[in-house]
């Protein structure tokens, strides 16, 4: 099946829902991410910061370029001039990054803060508790050049649905609980982003709005890995 019919199919199932689809596009080449932009795709998600950087230079500059991998504070300056959307926040230390270069660019940057909701060690994100400390902060309160979108989360790495299901319902519990508590009147806090090739149907069931895909978009065919510069 090609890229082009791939995008079709997913808009389609995607528009009438509301879920907005980011094309997953790590490791994979500057003429695979040409043939999905020109299929109509225009938001990417990348989760290395120097191959981002190298892509962004190379391809339409109309893409909007998602962070969705783990984000160091020495890396933030490379991408602070362009990023739309960060979506790995998992802590103060790296909003206060953003926000800096934000501020040096005359930016408004796109965050979601990242929660920990799978049962493994390797996954990022904030916990409930570390959750409310940020949001409470004197700190957060004054940055002014970022903005906080939403939520995202990564579900474990399982074949059982149950787990999933309910890693998903919980993050979605939790959304509507933070948007109630701290953004009841922050039209801008509407994003939970949560669900991947594996299970974006699921999250979508659970009350996803965006959804992260990478081999459902560009297939699973052998292609030339990109390498960064």
């Given amino acids: 099946m090609s890229i082009a019919i791939n995008i079709e199919e997913l808009q389609n199932e995607l528009r009438p829902v509301g ?19 020109n299929a109509g795709q225009r938001i990417f998600g990348e989760n290395m910061v120097q191959e981002l950087v190298d892509k962004y230079e190379k391809l339409p500059n109309d893409i909007q370029w998602h962070l969705i991998g ?10 602070a001039p362009f990023i739309s959307m960060i979506e790995s926040v998992d802590s103060l230390k790296v909003l206060k990054e953003i926000n800096k270069h934000a501020v040096k660019h005359d ?38 050049n970022i903005r906080i979108r939403g939520l995202m ?13 309910e890693e998903f319902y919980e993050l979605k519990m939790l959304f509507d609980g933070i948007k109630v508590s701290y953004f009841r009147k922050v039209d801008t806090f509407d994003t939970l982003s ?4 594996s299970d974006y149907k699921v999250a979508i069931e659970q009350g996803s709005n965006m959804i992260r895909l990478g081999s459902t978009v560009f297939g699973k065919r052998v292609i030339k890995h990109f390498k960064a510069k």
């Avoid at 949560?194 to 090739?197: D, K, N, P, R, V």
């Fill in 19 to 37: 879920v907005t689809l980011v094309a997953v596009s790590k490791t994979k080449p500057i003429e695979d991410i040409q043939e999905v932009y």
């Fill in 70 to 79: 783990h984000l160091q504070t020495n890396k933030v300056k490379y991408i």
């Fill in 107 to 144: 930016r408004v940057i796109d965050c979601l803060l990242q929660i920990f909701i799978a049962d493994e060690d390797t996954k990022f994100g904030l916990d409930h508790v570390e959750l409310i400390e940020l949001l409470e902060s004197e700190e957060f309160g004054q940055l002014n």
């Fill in 153 to 165: 989360g990564i579900a474990s790495n399982t074949d059982n649905e149950r787990v999933i299901k």
């Fill in 194 to 197: 949560m669900g991947m090739s």
